[in-house]
């Protein structure tokens, strides 16, 4: 369902012109209108969720699915280097819109980007705990 109050929403839905790359039924394919790199596309779906919690998990299939065949798509065509998939969940995590969106960010050598994260050392007796309380749940 749609939420009228959703900017998302409304690029999804058509209520907002847009550059969009693929529609379908569930999903409207956008470029980001702020890219990081050529050929940045953001994954829509037309209905209302929040965060990844709160997709249908139908519609979270799906968008990985249309992720793989777009993301193949764009780094052969703009002759791309890599591709970035990224998802965010909550301000934390770098959420700025509270609508589900998969990132399609193709990579180009040298193109400046830094979307990968700086690795911290945790020590194995730290791991086994952690382990141990997801294992748990």
Avoid at 6 to 25: H, M, Q, R, V
Avoid at 41 to 56: R, V
Wanted: include cysteine; hydrophobic fraction near 40%; glycine fraction near 6%.
């Amino acid at each position: 369902m749609k939420d009228d109050n959703c900017i998302f929403c409304k690029l999804a839905n058509g209520d907002i012109p847009t550059n969009s790359i693929y529609e379908d039924e569930l999903f409207n394919v956008i470029l980001d209108n702020g890219p990081a790199t050529k050929g940045h596309a953001l994954i829509l779906p037309k209905d209302h969720a929040a965060n990844i919690f709160e997709l249908p998990d139908e519609t979270a299939a799906a968008a990985m699915k249309l992720a793989k065949k777009l993301g193949k798509h764009i780094v052969d065509t703009l002759k791309a280097d890599g591709l970035n998939i990224v998802q965010n969940n909550g301000r934390a995590a770098g959420q700025t819109v509270d609508h589900f969106h998969l990132h399609l960010i193709p990579r180009y050598e040298g193109d400046g980007q830094n979307i990968l994260w700086d690795p911290t050392s945790p020590s194995a007796e730290e791991l086994t705990k952690i382990k141990e309380e997801l294992a748990k749940s």
